[in-house]
């Protein structure tokens, strides 16, 4: 086949599938298409790699500036048309706030300041986009419906690129010429990590769709997220067609899993879940800043286990390597992205390999507690608005679980703009939410009661 006529199916498919998904849905907002594009394009490589623009980590791309200030203004515009209310949103999500305000206060002690306010913008965009989901009438159904539809344009497109055009989807590796499969991702671990996150989603969404087998559940609709789940598993297993391709990715959806099951046996038994998933969340976090500043591994014999070296790929001498300039700056960092430079990704690595240490490089250790604040936080609110075993806020803590155990061997702390940052800024404003409607209802039931003991 050719690959433009594998390029006409492929669009044609998943114009097919994204139809049956709006129509099932009903989520016909143009806020919707929008926070689906963002999150596209959160996980993709960037537009300017596609034009083979050939660029510098300082320089930027000035297709994917233009594209992020356009969907920017979009997404203000929709605001302002329907009459957002700024302060109440920001004010629920406090911590958030902060979070975007110290990386934009670090820029005052960045070595460039100039790059690394442009590179905050992004930050300010995705702000932008979190509103635009807490706007939409149902923001939990919106939030499903986006991530759905970016499911269904990456995977398939993906796997487009890797088999028919190779020169965007495939990378090789500079020592050994290996083949790595990266769709549009930038890298082969960013691939798997959407893949792991789908996976996740797809299999609560398939839970949900067969417990609502009798209320008229689309058999096209199944057997669509049935066929997703299939390629986004093949997707992680790579050229190889090994479970370990992606190691880190692996051992994430392992645990989003894993937390799923028990989160929903412990509801069922009625168990309190606040403090436990709250520690446990804690623990994951402390041997994600543990193990770069002690070069300590817990479990001894898993890099084996995982087909890998004991230096974790190399991440050992990365981490040694990244440490001495932690150390001098660790109390503020470096500035929000203020520490790569081109000339240390060439000596050094792309990044480092672990999202505890590549915060406390940008943000210092402060900036490295305030994400840890913000994610038990989130973790704590939604345990405390899971009611029943079906409930969406177990797919979210599982989200948030696959999130922290990325972060140990890949960057995942520090930012809002990936996919993985992207996700769990969409949770904790869909809690925060939820929360807010919660104590309304207590308030007013409080009320009246009051009211009938008069």
Not at 93 to 116: D, E, G, H, K, Q
Not at 154 to 161: A, E, G, N, R, V
């Amino acid at each position: 086949m050719s690959p433009q006529l594998a390029l006409f199916l492929v669009t044609v498919c998943v114009l097919i599938i994204l139809r049956i998904e709006y129509k099932k849905s009903g989520i016909s907002s143009v806020a919707c298409w929008v926070l689906s594009i963002w999150l596209v394009y959160s996980a993709s490589k960037g537009i300017g790699a596609f034009l083979n623009i050939k660029t510098t980590i300082e320089a930027g791309s000035t297709p994917d500036r233009y594209f992020l200030l356009s969907i920017g203004l979009v997404g203000i515009f929709i605001l302002l048309k329907r009459q957002f209310q700024w302060r109440l949103t920001l004010k629920r999500n406090w911590l958030f706030v902060l979070i975007i305000a110290y990386m934009l206060l670090s820029v005052m002690w960045a070595r460039v300041p100039a790059i690394s306010f442009r590179r905050w913008g992004r930050e300010a965009i995705s702000m932008i986009m979190l509103c635009l989901l807490v706007s939409e009438e149902s923001p939990i159904k919106s939030f499903s419906s986006a991530f759905k539809r970016a499911i269904y344009i990456y995977l398939p497109f993906s796997i487009l690129l890797i088999k028919y055009f190779s020169i965007y989807g495939r990378l090789y590796n500079r020592w050994t010429g290996e083949v790595q499969w990266v769709g549009l991702a930038s890298q082969k671990n960013g691939l798997c990590i959407f893949c792991a996150f789908s996976c996740l989603f797809l299999i609560w969404l398939i839970w949900q769709k067969l417990l609502n087998w009798e209320k008229g559940e689309s058999t096209w609709s199944i057997l669509i997220d049935i066929f997703m789940l299939i390629l986004s598993i093949y997707i992680m297993m790579g050229p190889k067609k090994a479970l370990n391709y992606s190691a880190t990715s692996l051992i994430s959806l392992l645990v989003g899993l894993t937390i799923m099951i028990i989160i929903r046996l412990s509801v069922i038994k009625g168990i309190k879940l606040e403090q436990r998933m709250t520690v446990l969340l804690l623990i994951i976090i402390f041997i994600s800043v543990l193990m770069p500043f002690s070069g300590e591994i817990p479990i001894k014999n898993l890099p084996q286990l995982l087909g890998r070296t004991e230096n974790l790929t190399g991440r050992t001498d990365i981490w040694n390597s990244l440490l001495p300039y932690a150390k001098s700056r660790f109390l503020l960092g470096y500035g929000y992205g203020g520490f790569w430079t081109t000339s240390l990704r060439e000596q050094i690595a792309s990044h480092a390999h672990n999202g505890s240490l590549n915060t406390v490089l940008d943000l210092g250790i402060i900036g490295l507690i305030l994400f840890i604040v913000f994610l038990a936080a989130t973790t704590w609110k939604c345990c405390k608005l899971i009611k029943h075993e079906s409930s969406i806020f177990i797919l979210f803590l599982s989200v948030i679980f696959l999130y922290s155990t990325r972060n140990i061997a890949e960057i995942a702390f520090g930012e809002f703009i990936s996919i993985t940052g992207a996700l769990i800024a969409f949770i904790s404003f869909l809690v925060n939410e939820e929360i807010s409607k919660v104590d309304k209802i207590e308030n007013s039931e409080e009320h009246i009661f009051d009211k009938l003991e008069e």
